[in-house]
């Protein structure tokens, strides 16, 4: 291997960045924290475009695709992005509609139930032979009514400096209202002019890359595109199926909060492998403070419907699409909540799709492809 004086520059100059990243760390990620909470609308302004652009697409090709009308070829944008916006809206209305209310009746009716439910454990612990007396006539003499009341008041009324959290309530509202509308605006802009920027950063990637990394760069991209496209796409319609088939069983076996805890298993149904838990835990507690029968009756219904659609719904929706086996999306979860949370597991399948893709396709170069590598290859041209 011939060594030349570039090369040396090179990995000297490296060398040296690496140390400034290692040594200024804690200024660099103050500055790149500063930097993200400054694109923030930015940010969540493109990643709303993106999610938007997959339903605009699907009102696009049915839109007088064919058209020739230069009319109708002007409006046909424009249309099909309100179009996508106001079907978004209505989805999170009706996921609203159908949650908010009952969980408002059921936190009251916890409320309302919980000083029968100490008294009755109270009673229990009656039974219990090692408990002192003192002890248990001082839980008797308790008024749990009146103390269940007074900390619903204090919650209610908050605690501490009144002025100073309603003004640090009001300025977080004002400031979550402001970088919703400018991501919301940001948006627009990133759909309408879609083309445009998508043709002007292709030339300019042309122009000041080299061939060759330009064209992986633009395949990589398009096997993510690809992967977070059949991911949320999969995904959304293996959440409605779920949710519906779990609303229509709860209605069968006349649980209570039917329709909510099917809109709920829907929402969480988006998490992949945890959301199930979580969908089921939610939903038991709330049964439970009606009737523990029933919660338990909704767990049995529940696993038996999560083993129908892991075997059946999943892999057929979602897993085939993505071609990822089981266990590096269970890997990918994992990875992905902890370090981003719940974001991290939304999005740590399509990255491990998006990974597992590119590592399949350099290992078997000469194989023929699969029909993810053939489509993201088709996008690239």
Not at 158 to 171: D, E, K, P, Y
Not at 285 to 303: E, G, K, R, T, W
Request: proline share 4%; aromatic share 8%.
């Amino acid at each position: 291997m011939n060594i030349t004086l570039k090369s040396c520059l090179r990995i000297a100059l490296s060398i040296f960045l690496l140390y400034l990243a290692i040594h200024y760390w804690p200024a660099a990620a103050g500055l790149l924290g500063t930097l993200l909470s400054a694109a923030a609308p930015l940010l969540i302004g493109a990643a709303l475009a993106y999610v938007v652009n997959l339903l605009m697409s699907a009102y696009e090709k049915r839109f007088f695709p064919r058209s020739t009308n230069t009319k109708v070829i002007k409006l046909r944008r424009p249309v099909c992005m309100l179009l996508a916006y106001i079907s978004l809206l209505a989805i999170i209305t009706v996921i609203v509609w159908l949650i908010l209310p009952e969980l408002v009746d059921c936190v009251e009716l916890l409320i309302s139930q919980l000083p029968g439910a100490i008294e009755t454990v109270i009673a229990w612990l009656d039974t219990v032979p090692f408990l002192s007396e003192e002890l248990l006539s001082t839980l008797h003499s308790i008024d749990w009514q009146s103390k269940i009341g007074d900390i619903a008041g204090i919650v209610t009324s908050g605690v501490g400096n009144v002025m100073g959290v309603v003004i640090s309530t009001v300025s977080s509202v004002f400031s979550a209202i402001v970088t919703g509308f400018l991501a919301f605006i940001f948006s627009l802009y990133l759909l309408l002019g879609r083309d445009k920027l998508q043709s002007q950063c292709k030339r300019l990637m042309a122009h000041y890359l080299p061939e060759k990394l330009n064209s992986r760069i633009l395949y990589v991209l398009a096997v993510l595109n690809n992967a977070f496209r059949r991911y949320i796409t999969g995904q959304c319609i293996e959440a409605v199926i779920l949710g519906a088939l779990c609303a229509a069983g709860m209605l069968i076996l006349r649980l209570p909060y039917a329709t909510m805890i099917g809109a709920l298993i829907a929402f969480t149904a988006l998490i992949p492998v945890a959301g199930a838990y979580i969908g089921a835990a939610v939903g038991a507690f709330m049964i439970a403070m009606v009737s523990p029968m029933q919660a338990l009756i909704f767990l049995i219904f529940l696993v038996v419907l999560q083993q129908l659609e892991g075997n059946l719904i999943y892999p057929k929706v979602v897993g085939s699409s993505l071609g990822l086996p089981g266990i590096w999306v269970l890997a990918a979860v994992t990875v992905g909540g902890g370090v981003m949370g719940v974001l991290g597991m939304l999005l740590g399948v399509p990255l491990a799709a998006a990974a597992y893709t590119l590592l399949r396709n350099d290992m078997n170069k000469n194989a023929a492809p699969t029909p993810v590598e053939a489509e993201a290859e088709a996008e690239i041209e």
